[in-house]
């Protein structure tokens, strides 16, 4: 009876044993691919874009001032530098710093404080502030001011009206709490405190309603309408035009 004891025990033992030395070997296995990484790909693309890639050169995991990447990309502050070059400040995958900003962004960018990417296709998220040509999709800060903006856009202000830029347009949803306004705006804003366009097509409900074209329904406390007679121009709770 001791024997068979000490025989389940020993092959116990040996069990244990060689389960330690393959979660050894295979840990081994893990740092020396990471090391050959660093030695292989942790490289950069301009003297100004120092960054390490776990991965390839622009693809896999990033932490950097990548000019371009496929994957995660974590870094500090975005320095945009050779935005110039054939596909360089493109991003796609997740980026995330303090500060992103690149030509494009194909996926999710968080911007601990701002974003200024230039065009934005997917979700951007910024504590203070979004710049940006056109952004398709979803974006959130307390400030955003674009040029086209595509999609569902909330923020303490959110806006399509920098002179510096042509189209001046919303199309989709936003939602803001001081004011929302475009040159042009096509589906429906809400704003507690003042909406305001040139040109309105869908539904617009704020606490006061300002368009000098309406093609649709204003909601709010008082709603102009420029292109109605006059005597309907200004009207408390409900304007229309078709």
Known sequence: MNTICMGIFNSAGNSKSRIMN???RKSFAFFLTLLISFFSYGQNDSLDNKYFSIGGKTSGICFGNSSRYNGLRLNLWDKA??????DSGKMNGINISFSVESKMSNGIQIGGLASHTHTINGVSIASIYHNA???NGIATSFGINCDTLNGLFVGFGVAASDPKWPN????????GVFAVGAERVNGATF??????SREHYGLSIAAVNETDNLH?????LLNYAGNNPKLLRWIPLINFHP
């Open 216 to 220: 649709g329904l204003q909601i709010g």
């Open 191 to 196: 704003c507690f405190m003042w909406s305001y």
């Open 22 to 24: 393959m979660i050894t």
């Open 168 to 175: 001046k347009v919303i199309n989709g949803f936003a939602a």
């Open 133 to 135: 040509n056109k952004i």
């Open 81 to 86: 530098k050779n935005v110039g070059e054939i």
